[in-house]
């Protein structure tokens, strides 16, 4: 190895490793708690990002210090992360990390829109990759939830705070209810997860028998338990890639091998939700891939246009389409190019995306993105197809309107044909060659004759040369070949057909079991079963639920996996007629009669006449169908036939011509009538699809709009507890004032009741709390001043001073001000009575006076 390979990857080993933590309301008491559980040593950097005040002085630095004994720094710009350090974003900044630096900037929204959690979560998983750790903790709203989307996306660690143990829980559920976060738990067990997942993952890795039997029966037993928990079989999937998904969550828990990880698999099925989750992780951009996108914008779509005729809609098909980015570049690129015709309006694109991830979907159906976009495409593109919502971007209703989104298993589900494009990049890599090798015949099934096919950088079209040609072997661009696929070798993913579990010994019914003291019974069980015909009973699907009598005659079972059901059983010469009977008997609720039948081409004296009936009764037979067989013996002619003269004709021959004829010409009748059915029931369906698809969408905005402007009243209640906060602390600081004056005090309002008062005045004129709001005049007072509320009236009209001195009953003095009450507006809300207290200075100026 050379001197700068050693250092390059000696330069990767020591890349320090951030842990981000965000947190909001309440976050100081959790950050405190979680940083007073990290060991000085733990060789990891922790960023601490949090909701600040923008016009104060932060003190978050000095606090956080007192819970730990690492350096915490207040972050400044391209200062470099080191380990064992907690760095503090400062107020008003935005932060993100990329190349190892700390890069700080001033908002771009307004206060009360920002989210710096996902800023920096994003620019972390962008840095770091899989290398990277987020943690949500205590707060209000939904900051860090797509943050934690990005970091996961990347294979990195996401952790949330158990919403029971914060204080604010809006961040943390919000965070789980997307169903990315690896681990939830209380704040002092999320740093020794932490390390507990490091370890695992990068010192000895556990599972090292994956190659052995055990190992790899054990990756097979928690596939077949992820399929009976999902409904969809990975076991098609690369073993390096199952192995390697595993493996996280084997560190996520701190597991030590796959034997272990089966077990808890089966005592938490919550667990095989997260590692299903965890197989579909969708990597993907707006316009991956620049020069594929180009070569398609200059070179395939052209093509496609060129050779469709005006008034068409093409049809493409975006196969693991993750969060829609792929989808929505393509309708960008088809809308760039119509603006370039003649006629813009004369064809139309249709987009079908589909992804077996069910959250990828609902993401891709939003169409908002986050801010990152901005590096992805071209400042023109964005600003023509999208409009700036919150803290991202909503694709315009012109491009959403070209895509239908819809949950789709191409293992399993059946495909969508007649496309013009076919796009399926990197979803193959994933695959073993086998499902790969049936894929590619189903993919040209799909296309018509001349349509495009788009594979990932990694994949090829392998041995399938004769159904594809190179449009461009780079790009991966190929042409549907003008060759048929043969049907035969595509593989049609399917719903496998229901096969009844009963052995055929329960659809006879033997004497023996059914037992009667009564003759009459037993005399009748013996007529049945000697002389009553053969008989089926079948569902409306064909299914035999009982057989009576001997019907080996008539039914044989098919080679191959067993199948109980008539339409294959039926021998081949009498099986499209029972076929046609059953059905009309079913659509008619009544029975229909089948004469002449014969059971072989051999020239024999019998024929099969078939009755099949639809039950009415009794109702446990209600409907159900039952098939009698009957065989008739034909008459013995009287004389030999003569042998018909050269060149006349058998009318035997002519009877079983018209016989043929007959069938042939009910058969079309059906099929006719079948196929307006399905034409009637595939357009009823579409237009369903499409008031659902307006319905679906109608909702998604309500609920866009209904989200914000609940993060909006969050935001304008923090504000408003703020200032009730200060309006207590106003008002506590007024009573204590005008306590402290020793003045008495009364506020009246306009119509001179009673609002306000100070302690002092209750020795004068009787309150109590609950006088609040009764008039003066229903006052009673030791004041010997019986024009009280008259002058009070009269200050209230002029709006002038009085001021009085008036005795009270136990003889003191006291000077009476009435005043008018002015607002900070200046407007008259009613009067201010003080009574001061100069019974000192009347007592001294009598006293003069005597003098």
Known sequence: MSQHAEKSIAHANSAVRAVGLGASAGGLAVLEQFLAHVPPSSGLAYVVVQHLDPTQKAMLVELLQRATDMPVLEATDTMRIEPDVVY??????????????????????????????????????RDQGDRSIGVVLSGMGSDG???????KSQGGLTLAQAPESAQFDSMPKSAIATGCVDITGPVSDLPDRILRFIKSKHGDSPGNDDEAGDGQQAIGSILGLLKERSKHDLSDYKPSTLRRRIQRRLGVHGLTNHEAYEQFARDNPQELDLLFKEMLIGVTSFFRDPVVWQELRDTVMPALVARSPQGTRLRAWVVGCSTGEEAYSLAMVFKELLGELDDPESRSLQIFASDLSADAINVARKGHYPQRITGEMDPVRLGRFFTAQGSGFLINSDIREMVLFAQHDVILDPPFTKLDLLSCRNLMIYFNAELQSRLMPLFSYSLRPGGALLLGGSETIGKFHALFTPASQKSRLYWRSEYPVNAGSVYFPTSPRRVMTRHPQEFNVSPSTVLSANLQTHAEQALLQEFSPAAVLVNAQGDIVFINGSVG?????????????IHVMTRPTIRTQIAAALRQALQDKGSVEVRGLRLSEEPIQTSLDVTVKLMHEPHSLAGLVMVVFRDVVAPVPAKRRRKPADGAVDPQLVEELQRCKDEILALRQEMGASAEELQSANEELQSTNEELQSANEELTTSKEESQSMNEELQTLNHELQTKLDDLALAQSDMQNLLNSTDIATLFLDSALNVRRYTEQITRIIHLREGDIGRPLTDLASTLNYPGLNEDAKQTLKTLTLTEKEITTTDGLWFLVRIKPYRTLA??????????????????????????
Request: glycine share 8%; no cysteine; aromatic share 4%.
């Open 88 to 125: 503090v974003i400062p107020p008003n900044k935005e932060m993100s990390l990329a190349g190892g630096l700390l890069h700080l900037a001033e908002p771009v929204q307004p206060r009360g829109m920002r989210l710096p959690i996902d800023l920096f979560f994003s620019s972390l998983a």
């Open 145 to 151: 939830s797509l943050g934690l989307q990005a970091i």
């Open 553 to 565: 005659k008539y039914l044989e079972p098919a080679s191959g996996k067993a199948n109980w059901n």
């Open 826 to 851: 200046n407007m008259i809300h009613g009067v201010v009575i003080t009574l001061i207290d100069i019974t000192t200075a009347k007592k001294l100026e009598a006293r003069l006076r005597k003098g």
